[in-house]
């Protein structure tokens, strides 16, 4: 899968979803510009397991991917199951910018992560576990302990 496929699948997801919000753009980086990003931003989370994340711009929401990380995740999966995840992560940062939660603190970062969690597990059941299912299995293979949020 190139990065071609991971945006024409994140673009669909964006134009299906259902909720009121500003549509986002979607840019792709290489890991070594996408961790100082995350460095930049304070975001306590391990790069390994972070395939992307939401920030908001004058211009409106622009949500970065590393397609590299997002390919490291599935590696192993079927096609349908990669895809699926692609789905399910453009969703959560869907979630997030429909529920315009501020970050800004790690007690609103945890309790915005919970909503966006909350809503997948509702509305996109499949998504969610298979979310779950590749965070746990990433957190085994990272060994890493701090708390994913992106
Ligand atoms: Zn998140």
Redesign the pocket.
């Known amino acids: 899968m190139k990065r071609e496929d991971i945006a024409l699948i994140a673009h669909d997801v964006i134009l299906n979803f259902d909720l009121p919000i500003d549509k986002p753009l979607v840019l792709f980086v290489d890991r070594q510009r996408f961790s100082r990003y995350l460095d930049l931003m304070h975001m306590k989370k391990h790069v390994d397991r972070t395939p992307c994340?939401?920030i908001q711009t004058h211009g409106g929401p622009v949500i970065y991917f590393c397609d590299e990380i997002v390919l490291s995740l599935v590696d192993g999966r079927s096609h349908d199951e990669a895809s699926m995840f692609i789905e399910a992560i453009t969703l959560?940062?869907l979630?997030?910018i429909a529920n315009h939660l501020p970050?800004d603190t790690n007690e609103a970062?945890v309790l915005?992560?919970e909503l966006?969690?909350q809503d997948m597990r509702s509305r996109y059941p499949k998504h969610y576990r298979l979310l779950r299912s590749v965070s746990q299995a990433s957190q085994k293979l990272f060994k890493h302990n701090s708390t994913?949020?992106?």
């Open positions: 994340f939401t959560h940062e979630f997030h970050a970062a915005a992560e966006a969690a994913t949020r992106a």
